[in-house]
């Protein structure tokens, strides 16, 4: 029985989710299907773009957290606490 592979099948060998044996298989059928290679090639390119980005939350929103946890009420002012 020869196994189709999907792009979903693609991904998964993209993100190294896939047995050694899955890989020589995954391999072949890049090899022999121009779309799947295709897509194989487009998917390495948006991983990679994917690593690149980098997130930071806004100054606001870092100072209401801040602001939010030095008024909850299980963080009483240091002149309240036991010790």
Known sequence: MIKTFTQDDVIRYV???TS?????????ALMSEPDLMTFF???LELRALMNKI???PRKNTVQAILNY????????PARLRRS
């Open 15 to 17: 993100y190294e989710e």
């Open 20 to 28: 050694p044996e899955e890989n020589l298989l995954i391999e072949d």
């Open 41 to 43: 090639l487009e998917a």
């Open 54 to 56: 980098e997130r930071q």
């Open 69 to 76: 946890s030095q008024h909850h009420p299980a963080n009483p």
